[in-house]
Structures are given as structure tokens and as C-alpha cells.
């Protein structure tokens, strides 16, 4: 067999570990090509060019990985490589959410024993997503959470930078469709298109949530200051969350549309839009898994 190994040192893949990842894994293969990111763009481009190889092993965080998924999709299904992740960021969401171990030899260690397994993916106007996709208070969270605090407290600093978002929050228009149908028209504090089941480290205690059900997870609510608080913590408590201020539904596609641009957040990625075309592609790629 052979691998590409795409490593990207800027999200904490140092030639250490790079060094260590490669001697627990070179017995599995006849050929190893190590491929280190220097800029943006580059795990892309490196993914586009791994048609030839039996696995792809990513050391980088969702950021790299993110980069990957949009590279493989460029080449044809039969093509593309297995992947297998080294989590080596800060949150490494899509890694938690297919059990691997956070430490990155921990988890490179897996692939002798590892089984494959087939993903969803989420297609996002024009680029491909695994995770999630956020407008409103989850972008807003995720773009003004403070790097250094999002490095030490993990989960507590994603919730700390949502209660911050609660002084400057403001509900904006949009409405959803499905198949022309229309779905919800009105304002919304946030709204969660889920794939994965972790956002910022926290897991999203959806109990349909699936990589491998056709569907997302469609979740937005109006709710602002103390009830949206509660509803958090209710959440994460895992207790009952009905709620007339809170929606929760599954879809295989959905058009969003926005009154004005809003920010949008792609599994960490960000950019500006007033028109959303989601749309699930079931088992599109694969990874190796515990």
C-alpha cells in the first residue's frame, strides 16, 4: 500500500511528532510521500494530487481537514483515497466525533487496527463541509473566541465567547426552503446546520445526529439572552429540550435565504453570503476508524 501523508506544522504538527507519527505507521506501507503545508490553500491543492495513493493521513486540525475534504472532492469518487486523521489542533471536532483519540500517536497508533468507514458530506453553495454550518451566534462565537482561550479552556471558552455574543446580539430575517417549500420565514438568533456531532469541542447531544444518515440537522432559534442561556445549559445537561422558541429538523437539502449577507461559518471557515444551497452527498468519503 501507499500513503500520502499531508502535515501541517502551523496547527501544532511539529517534526517531532511528524517524526513519530511516521515510525507508527511506515510498517503498514511500501511507500510513504510526506507533504508539508507552508500556506493557505495548500492542503487543498496537496489533496487534489492524491489520486494515486490507498490512504491519506492528515496531521493538522479542522482547519487542514477542511482543506482536505474540499480537495478530495475535486478528484472522481473512485479515486479518492481513504483518509486517516492525526488530530494535531485545537478542537479537532470531526476527530472527536468518529472516536479517535485526541493525542495524536494515540490515534495514529489506530490505523493498524482501524476498519473504514463512509461519510457524509455536506455540499455548501460551492465548497464541501463535514462539520457543521453556523449564522449568527455560533459564527459570531467562533470568529471573536480569543485563541489563547480557546487553547486552554476548550469547551468553557466556546460558551464564554457565546455569553459574550449576547451583548451585541441582534435576530436577522431569514427563511428556509425545502424543495420550494418554505420551511420557517422570520427572524432567528442562530442557526446550526449539523453533519458532525461536536461544535467548539462540545458535543451537540442531537440524538438523530449521523455522518451517515443522509441527513443534517437543522437546528435555529429566536430565543436571546436568559432563555437562550437556559437552553444551552439544558442542552448540554442532556435534559428536555422542547421549547417553542427552539427548532429542531432533519433534511437532505435546504435553501437558506438571508434578508442581508451574513457571516457564515463552515466548519471553522468563514465567509459572506445572503444565499445558502445545503445539500447532503451521502458517503462520499472515507476514513479510517477505531
Known sequence: MKAMII????SGASET???EVVGTIES??????IQKTLAEGDAAR?????????HLIVIGGDGTLHEVVNGLMALPRDERPSVGLVPAGTCNDFARAIDLPVEPIEAARLFKMSEQQSVDVMRVNERFGLNFVGVGLIADASRQIDPLQKETLGSIGYFLATIRQFRELDPFKVRIERAGEVIHDGAVSFLY???GAYLGTVPTKLATQSFTDGLVEVVHSSAIGFPMIR???TQ????????PEWVHLQM??????????QVIDVDGEHFETDHLQIEVLPNELTFLVP
Not at 437532505?252 to 449577507?261: K, N, S, W
Request: zero cysteines; proline letters at 4%; hydrophobic letters at 35%.
Open 193 to 195: 446546520v449539523g453533519n
Open 231 to 233: 437552553q444551552l445549559l
Open 46 to 54: 496537496l489533496a487534489r494530487t492524491s489520486s494515486g495513493f490507498d
Open 252 to 261: 437532505e437539502q435546504l435553501d437558506v435565504f438571508l434578508r442581508e449577507p
Open 17 to 19: 511528532m511528524l517524526g
Open 7 to 10: 502535515s501541517n506544522p502551523k
Open 28 to 33: 503498514m506501507y511500501q511507500e510513504i510521500l
Open 236 to 243: 448540554q445537561l442532556g435534559l428536555e429540550q422542547s421549547s
